[in-house]
C-alpha cells in the first residue's frame, strides 16, 4: 500500500496511472483564496501550499495491474498495489 497526504485536494482532481511498473499521482491543490482575491480581502499569512504536484514511483515487476485501487480518507490517498498470482509464494508438495 501507498499513503501519499493530500489534504484539502478534491480526488476528482487527482490522476492516477501505471505504466512500465511506474506508479504516477498527479494533481493540483488550491487553497482557496481566489475567493479572497475577488472580495478584496488582505490575506496576511498562509500556512497551506498551493499548486500543481506530480508523485512518481517505481513498483517491483510483478504487479497486478488489473487490480490497483485507490481510496481517499480524511486527506490520505491510499492507493493498494497488490502482487500477480505469479509473484505470491506457495507450498511446494514433495512427492514420494
Not at 33 to 49: F, I, M, T
Not at 73 to 90: D, E, I, M, N, W
Amino acid at each position: 500500500m501507498i499513503a501519499l497526504d493530500m489534504p484539502g485536494v478534491d480526488p476528482s482532481t487527482v490522476d492516477i496511472n501505471f505504466e512500465q511498473n511506474v506508479l504516477s499521482v498527479r494533481g493540483e491543490k488550491t487553497f482557496g483564496l481566489e475567493s479572497a482575491k475577488n472580495a478584496d480581502v488582505r490575506v496576511h499569512a498562509a500556512e497551506r501550499v498551493s499548486g500543481k504536484f506530480e508523485r512518481s514511483i517505481r513498483l517491483p515487476e510483478f504487479v497486478d495491474a488489473e487490480h490497483i485501487s485507490a481510496e481517499q480518507k480524511h486527506g490520505v490517498l491510499y492507493v493498494t498495489v497488490p502482487k500477480a498470482k505469479a509473484a505470491l509464494s506457495r507450498k511446494i508438495a514433495i512427492k514420494a
